[in-house]
Antibody, heavy 121, light 109 residues
Framework: EVQLVQSGAEVKKPGESLKISCKGS????????IGWVRQMPGKGLEWMAI????????RYSPSFQGQVTISADNSINTAYLQWSSLRASDTAMYYC??????????????WGQGTLVTVSS | EIVLTQSPVTLSLSPGERVTLSCRAS???????LAWYQQKPGQAPRLLIY???IRATGIPDRFSGSGSGTDFTLTISRLEPEDSAVYYC??????????FGQGTRLEIK
């Protein structure tokens, strides 16, 4: 069974750094794109970034380029999303999702449970 | 950058009715690269349709997708109360590689 399990909720102050995680199981982690999707309170889905663990290839949405960093550790089947300096506007639910394989980004058939990030002074 | 515009933004219908949701792209999208998702409050999105018209595993045949080029639709026949949700379209073939529409909120009254 394919599963994506995300790290727990975080409460941070503006200016702090943060790294959240998404651990995949039940499939070949290296061979599928994993992406992060933001959902601000009461708003829609926004794609942020995607990584192909097999070759560490990454793609970023223009809206999030330079604001976050996506990475993966194949040895523990885990993808990460990190911020170096959080802002209050980063308060949101963040979902990881498994997309397609190879040159096919694909649709996301599997999603994590979400990680709620709250940034407040 | 491809922009997906969904319509209507919200709608309210009764059980048993049929509904068609629209997703219009700012430039042509290969039908191979268009998906639809359902999201209920407090839940992660669920994939309904991929490649414009193929139902994902476990999705009832009340849900169907169609379209090509810049115009795509999701049709739900015989609405049920549990279909109340926000529906999103997504393209996954162009630069940027992934884009979501802004969503359509469907209420079953």
């Amino acid at each position: 069974e394919v599963q994506l399990v995300q790290s727990g909720a975080e409460v941070k102050k503006p200016g702090e750094s943060l790294k959240i995680s998404c651990k995949g199981s039940g499939y070949s982690f290296n061979n599928f794109w994993i992406g992060w999707v933001r959902q601000m309170p009461g708003k829609g889905l926004e794609w942020m970034a995607i990584i192909y663990p097999g070759d560490s290839g990454t793609r970023y949405s223009p809206s999030f380029q330079g604001q976050v960093t996506i990475s993966a550790d194949n040895s523990i089947n885990t993808a990460y999303l990190q911020w170096s300096s959080l802002r209050a506007s980063d308060t949101a639910m963040y979902y990881c999702a498994r997309f397609g394989s190879g040159t096919y980004y694909g649709a996301a058939a599997y999603w994590g449970q979400g990680t709620l990030v709250t940034v407040s002074s | 950058e491809i922009v997906l515009t969904q319509s209507p933004v919200t709608l309210s219908l009764s059980p048993g009715e049929r509904v068609t949701l629209s997703c219009r792209a700012s430039q042509s999208v290969s039908s191979t690269f268009l998906a639809w998702y359902q999201q209920k409050p407090g839940q992660a999105p669920r994939l309904l349709i991929y490649a414009a018209s193929i139902r994902a595993t476990g999705i009832p045949d009340r849900f169907s997708g169609s379209g090509s080029g810049t115009d795509f639709t999701l049709t739900i026949s015989r609405l049920e109360p549990e279909d109340s949700a926000v529906y999103y379209c997504q393209q996954y073939g162009s630069s940027p590689p992934i884009t979501f529409g802004q969503g359509t909120r469907l209420e079953i009254k």
